[in-house]
């Protein structure tokens, strides 16, 4: 893929998400052909920028991490992107919806690891022994696409439409509990909106992380210690108003919450 083009996609979804407003999706008009593999590419430079502009990589975090969504969209793995310092909201806090487009949630389970780990080959048991503690964690989604309306490899490119991330401060070790029956409830002011278990991504939510690692080997990458991993919705995303009140609730975890305003 000729490196101009490469650069003028970048911009484009990162000028989107600077300027707080939607773009119709690449694949639309922009560029028809684009390819999951080409998408990283556009992904790549897409994080050099932010990375030029100062930004610095909080830690990696996972999408399409349900079985089924794979299956419909007819892909072997999950994708990733990733979390950066300028998106970290701290528990408790406040956001303000006017720093976003259409912003969601979606409750996670975050992982933090003692040592790097690197594929081929990564298992969920490698992940498990490896992990120094896991926590609960909120993202907020929020494509630069119109109305969420995308392709896989726009997506991607859009950096798997990362724009937040709340991560909460209770923490347990892995064999304390058993992260794919780990049940969450993801509620707006008081109200219950979706629940799930950790067996919605990928079976176990442990597995995502190996997973991470071993696409990243593809690439002479690995998932470092110390980095917080998001391993993907547990629940489906939920849409964010002014007033809300955002709370995840995690059984044997603790809970995570933030508040939205104008």
Known sequence: MDKNLIKELADYVHHAEKEKREITKITAELY?????????????ELIRQKLDEGHK??????????????????????????????????????????????PKVEPEIGFILS???????????????????????????????????????????????AAG?????????????????????????????????????LGHPAKSVARLANMLSKKGGKVKAGQPILTGGITAAVRLSPGDFVTAKYGGLGDVSFFVKE
């Open 32 to 44: 028809p052909d684009l390819t999951i593999e080409n998408s990283y590419l556009v992904q790549e």
């Open 57 to 102: 990589i909080i830690g990696p975090k996972m999408g399409i991490t349900s079985e089924a969504k794979m299956k419909q969209m007819n892909v072997d793995d999950p994708i990733y992107g990733y979390v950066f310092d300028n998106m970290v909201v701290e528990e408790g806090e406040a956001i303000s919806i006017s720093d976003y487009i259409h």
């Open 115 to 161: 040592r790097d780990l690197e594929g081929p080959g990564v298992t969920t048991l490698d992940v498990i022994r490896a992990t120094e503690y896991v926590f609960p964690a909120i993202e907020i989604i929020d494509s630069r696409y119109e109305n969420f309306n995308f392709t896989l490899p726009d997506v991607i490119a859009d950096n798997t439409s």
């Open 165 to 201: 991330a709340v991560f909460g401060t209770y923490m347990r070790k892995p064999e304390e509990l058993e992260l794919d029956v780990v049940g969450v409830t993801l509620s707006l002011n008081g109200e219950i909106q979706s629940l799930g278990a950790g067996a919605a991504v």
